[in-house]
C-alpha cells in the first residue's frame, strides 16, 4: 500500500512533465492563429475580407515558409553537433538544390502543372527529390572532404573562413554557368483549394507541411534508432572514445554531411515548388535565417532547430499581417537577442550529443 501511494504523485509529476512541451506548443500556435486573424484585414479594411479566412491562410503560410526554413537549420545543427562548425556554405547548398530542381524538371519537359494524370504526378516528383538530395548529398561529402577535413584540427577561425569561402564560389559558379536573373521553376503540383472539415488549404501548402514533418520524424527516428544515428550522436560526445569504440569518424561525419545537404536539397526543391523562381543569391538570406534558427531553437539540437525554423516563419508572416513585412528582418533578429539574453543555449538549448 505504501508502495503504491508513494508512487501515484510520481507518475503523476512524470505524466505532467510529459504534457508541457505539447501544451506550450498548442497554446503558441493558438495565440499565433488569434494574431494573424486580428491583423488580417489591416491593410485591405475590415468590409473587404474575412478575416478568420485570410488568418487561417497567412497561418498555413506560416507553418509552410517555416518548414523550409526548418529543413535547411538541421543542416546547419547536424553540422554543429557532430563536429562545432558552423558551415555558412550551407545556405549556398540549398541554393544550388532549387537549381538542380529546375533542371531535372526543365530536361523532363514540364513547364506546369501535371493535371489529370496522379501516377505521373507523383514519380516526377518524387524523382525530382531523389535527384536534389543525392547530388546535393554528394556536394555536400566533396565539400566535408577536401575543405574541412584537412582543417579538422585547425583553430577555429580557419574552417569558419573556408566554409564563407564555398559559400562564395558555390554561388559565383551557379552566377556564371548558369544565370545571374530570375530563374523559373516549373510548378508541376496543380494548386487547387483542398477542404478539411472547417480547414481550406492550397494542395502545395498541404504538401509542403506533410513532406518537412515527415522528413523531420524520419531524421529523428534515424539519429535514435539505427545503429549509424548512434554512431553520430557518440561521435558528437566524444570523437576520441567513439573511435576506440569502432567507430569510423571520418565516414560518419562525412555522412552527417550528406544528410544535411540533402535536407537542404530537399528544401531547395521545395522553394521552386512553391514560390516557382530561384535565383543565385537566394541562398545567403535562407542560410542567414535558417542559422539563426539553428540559435534560436538551440545549436546542435535538431528539434530545435526545426522550431526555430517555424517561429521565423511565423515572425516574418506576422510583420507582413500588420504592414510591416520591411521589419521582418529586423524582428527575426531582435527575437533572436532577446532569446539568447534570457537563455544562452536557445529555447530548448539541448546538444545534439546530449540526446544519446
Same mark, same amino acid.
Given at each position: 500500500?505504501?508502495?503504491?501511494?508513494?508512487?501515484?504523485?510520481?507518475?503523476?509529476?512524470?505524466?505532467?512533465?510529459?504534457?508541457?512541451?505539447?501544451?506550450?506548443?498548442?497554446?503558441?500556435?493558438?495565440?499565433?492563429?488569434?494574431?494573424?486573424?486580428?491583423?488580417?484585414?489591416?491593410?485591405?479594411?475590415?468590409?473587404?475580407?474575412?478575416?478568420?479566412?485570410?488568418?487561417?491562410?497567412?497561418?498555413?503560410?506560416?507553418?509552410?515558409?517555416?518548414?523550409?526554413?526548418?529543413?535547411?537549420?538541421?543542416?546547419?545543427?547536424?553540422?554543429?553537433?557532430?563536429?562545432?562548425?558552423?558551415?555558412?556554405?550551407?545556405?549556398?547548398?540549398?541554393?544550388?538544390?532549387?537549381?538542380?530542381?529546375?533542371?531535372?524538371?526543365?530536361?523532363?519537359?514540364?513547364?506546369?502543372?501535371?493535371?489529370?494524370?496522379?501516377?505521373?504526378?507523383?514519380?516526377?516528383? @518524387?524523382? %525530382? /527529390?531523389?535527384?536534389?538530395? !543525392?547530388?546535393? #548529398?554528394?556536394? =555536400? $561529402?566533396?565539400?566535408?572532404?577536401?575543405?574541412?577535413?584537412?582543417?579538422?584540427?585547425?583553430?577555429?577561425?580557419?574552417?569558419?573562413?573556408?566554409?564563407?569561402?564555398?559559400?562564395?564560389?558555390?554561388?559565383?559558379?551557379?552566377?556564371?554557368?548558369?544565370?545571374?536573373?530570375?530563374?523559373?521553376?516549373?510548378?508541376?503540383?496543380?494548386?487547387?483549394?483542398?477542404?478539411?472539415?472547417?480547414?481550406?488549404?492550397?494542395?502545395?501548402?498541404?504538401?509542403?507541411?506533410?513532406?518537412?514533418?515527415?522528413?523531420?520524424?524520419?531524421?529523428?527516428?534515424?539519429?535514435?534508432?539505427?545503429?549509424?544515428?548512434?554512431?553520430?550522436?557518440?561521435?558528437?560526445?566524444?570523437?576520441?572514445?567513439?573511435?576506440?569504440?569502432?567507430?569510423?569518424?571520418?565516414?560518419?561525419? @562525412?555522412? %552527417? /554531411?550528406?544528410?544535411?545537404? !540533402?535536407?537542404? #536539397?530537399?528544401? =531547395? $526543391?521545395?522553394?521552386?515548388?512553391?514560390?516557382?523562381?530561384?535565383?543565385?543569391?537566394?541562398?545567403?538570406?535562407?542560410?542567414?535565417?535558417?542559422?539563426?534558427?539553428?540559435?534560436?531553437?538551440?545549436?546542435?539540437?535538431?528539434?530545435?532547430?526545426?522550431?526555430?525554423?517555424?517561429?521565423?516563419?511565423?515572425?516574418?508572416?506576422?510583420?507582413?499581417?500588420?504592414?510591416?513585412?520591411?521589419?521582418?528582418?529586423?524582428?527575426?533578429?531582435?527575437?533572436?537577442?532577446?532569446?539568447?539574453?534570457?537563455?544562452?543555449?536557445?529555447?530548448?538549448?539541448?546538444?545534439?550529443?546530449?540526446?544519446?
Amino acid at each position: 500500500m505504501t508502495t503504491a501511494v508513494q508512487g501515484t504523485p510520481a507518475s503523476r509529476v512524470g505524466l505532467d512533465r510529459r504534457l508541457v512541451a505539447p501544451l506550450v506548443l498548442i497554446g503558441a500556435l493558438v495565440v499565433a492563429y488569434l494574431l494573424m486573424v486580428a491583423g488580417s484585414c489591416t491593410t485591405t479594411g475590415v468590409g473587404n475580407c474575412d478575416k478568420w479566412a485570410q488568418g487561417q491562410d497567412q497561418f498555413i503560410n506560416a507553418l509552410t515558409i517555416g518548414g523550409i526554413y526548418a529543413l535547411i537549420a538541421l543542416g546547419y545543427t547536424m553540422v554543429y553537433g557532430i563536429i562545432e562548425l558552423i558551415n555558412f556554405a550551407h545556405g549556398e547548398v540549398f541554393m544550388v538544390g532549387s537549381f538542380v530542381a529546375w533542371f531535372t524538371l526543365t530536361t523532363l519537359g514540364f513547364s506546369g502543372p501535371i493535371s489529370g494524370n496522379l501516377p505521373l504526378l507523383v514519380v516526377v516528383v @518524387a524523382f %525530382t /527529390f531523389i535527384v536534389s538530395m !543525392a547530388v546535393m #548529398g554528394v556536394v =555536400g $561529402v566533396i565539400i566535408e572532404r577536401f575543405a574541412y577535413r584537412p582543417l579538422r584540427n585547425a583553430p577555429r577561425l580557419a574552417p569558419l573562413i573556408t566554409a564563407i569561402g564555398v559559400s562564395f564560389i558555390l554561388q559565383n559558379l551557379v552566377f556564371v554557368i548558369i544565370s545571374n536573373s530570375i530563374v523559373t521553376v516549373p510548378q508541376v503540383i496543380p494548386n487547387p483549394v483542398l477542404s478539411i472539415g472547417p480547414i481550406s488549404i492550397r494542395a502545395i501548402n498541404l504538401f509542403v507541411i506533410l513532406l518537412t514533418l515527415g522528413l523531420m520524424v524520419a531524421l529523428h527516428l534515424f539519429l535514435g534508432k539505427t545503429t549509424l544515428g548512434r554512431a553520430m550522436r557518440s561521435t558528437a560526445i566524444d570523437r576520441d572514445a567513439a573511435q576506440i569504440m569502432g567507430v569510423n569518424i571520418n565516414s560518419t561525419i @562525412a555522412l %552527417t /554531411f550528406f544528410i544535411g545537404s !540533402a535536407l537542404a #536539397g530537399a528544401a =531547395g $526543391v521545395v522553394q521552386g515548388l512553391y514560390f516557382g523562381v530561384t535565383v543565385f543569391n537566394i541562398g545567403f538570406q535562407a542560410g542567414l535565417k535558417a542559422f539563426t534558427a539553428a540559435v534560436l531553437g538551440g545549436i546542435g539540437n535538431t528539434t530545435g532547430a526545426a522550431l526555430g525554423g517555424f517561429v521565423i516563419g511565423f515572425i516574418e508572416v506576422l510583420s507582413s499581417v500588420y504592414g510591416v513585412g520591411r521589419w521582418a528582418e529586423a524582428a527575426v533578429f531582435g527575437t533572436l537577442v532577446l532569446v539568447l539574453v534570457f537563455r544562452p543555449t536557445g529555447i530548448l538549448g539541448q546538444q545534439l550529443a546530449d540526446r544519446a
